[in-house]
């Protein structure tokens, strides 16, 4: 079964300029938890724990974070502080955390790529970060899909209707309703103009996969932008056997934009971080 979730987090976060200089987007807190824990709780909610980063230069803050800090838990120690520090702890003790670079930023496809080592032989999850997903009171949006990867056994796409002028930021796919909620991809275009849009169907920052996509990535020549896109190994994919788009259950911020950085805090402010307090 699925043990391991991938975090590709290499990307350099343009939109996020300067605050992401010298320090990771996937670092970005929203409100007082950075944005890759709440990836890795959602991983770890669905069951998973095993834990592979994909960083490049610059993103050693990533590593420190699901690390013990000793100085600063000496301090805190017996104080009322140190729940703070509770839901990384479960984190680090329940998880294996391994790292790996990715050199070059040469797009998704290819520091998924990245990950084969970490990953081998097996079908596994993607989770970006940046993405942040929530479905309070229902299952998490990656054990919706797990579950579906039980009875289906192939790739799976997360995916949610935008609006037809935002396609250009999306992989967007068509494909045959096998059931309300589920498409077998026919096919799948990456960031494509409204006009040339197949559907409004985008795929979102949760996939899972089979093992051979490795191999497809490794065929498959840089597309749009100059990137090695993972939805052209996913095309061959779904040419070869089957690839699914699961329009997921709950919500989705897009926190790799300031509107959607600043959509998710406020949500996660309400309905998290004050619940907490
Ligand atoms: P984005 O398209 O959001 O790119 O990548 P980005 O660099 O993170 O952000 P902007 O657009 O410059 O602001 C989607 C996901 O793929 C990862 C990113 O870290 C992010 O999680 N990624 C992208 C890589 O790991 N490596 C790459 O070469 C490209």
Redesign the pocket.
């Known amino acids: 079964m699925i043990r391991k979730c991938l ?10 300029l300067p605050a ?1 200089k010298a320090m990771p ?2 670092m970005l807190p929203i409100v007082n938890k950075p944005l890759i824990q709440y990836g890795v709780e959602e991983a770890y909610a669905a069951g998973l724990q095993h834990m592979a980063v ?1 960083t ?1 230069r610059g993103k050693r803050a990533l590593e420190d974070h699901f690390d013990i800090s000793y100085e600063l838990e000496h301090q805190i120690q017996g104080t009322d502080k140190e729940r703070y520090l509770d839901s990384t702890r479960l984190l680090i003790d329940a998880c294996t955390f391994s790292y790996t670079r ?1 050199v ?5 496809g ?2 998924i790529l990245c990950g084969q080592q970490l990953i081998g032989e097996e079908p596994f999850a993607v989770v ?3 993405d942040l997903c929530v479905n309070p009171g229902g299952d998490p949006v990656l054990l919706q899909m797990i579950e579906l990867y039980r009875q289906f056994r192939c790739s799976i796409v997360a995916i949610q209707e935008v609006p037809r002028e935002e396609t250009y930021k999306y992989g967007v796919i068509a494909g045959e309703m096998i059931r309300d909620d589920l498409y077998r991809v026919s096919h799948m275009v990456e960031k494509p103009k409204p006009e040339e849009a197949p559907s409004n169907l985008a795929i979102i ?1 949760r996939y899972i996969l089979t093992p051979d996509i490795f191999q497809l990535i490794a065929d498959t020549e840089p597309g749009k932008g100059g ?1 090695i896109q993972i939805t052209d190994a996913l095309m061959k994919q779904a040419r070869q056997g089957a690839v699914l788009a699961y329009k997921f259950k709950g919500q989705r911020f897009d926190c ?1 934009s300031a509107e959607g950085y600043v959509e998710a805090t406020n949500y996660c402010f309400e309905q998290f971080y004050k619940k907490e307090q």
């Open positions: 975090f590709p987090a290499a990307g350099y976060g343009t939109r996020f992401t987007k996937e994909i490049g990715q070059e930023m040469k797009g998704l290819h520091a970006l970060a940046d920052g990137e790799g």
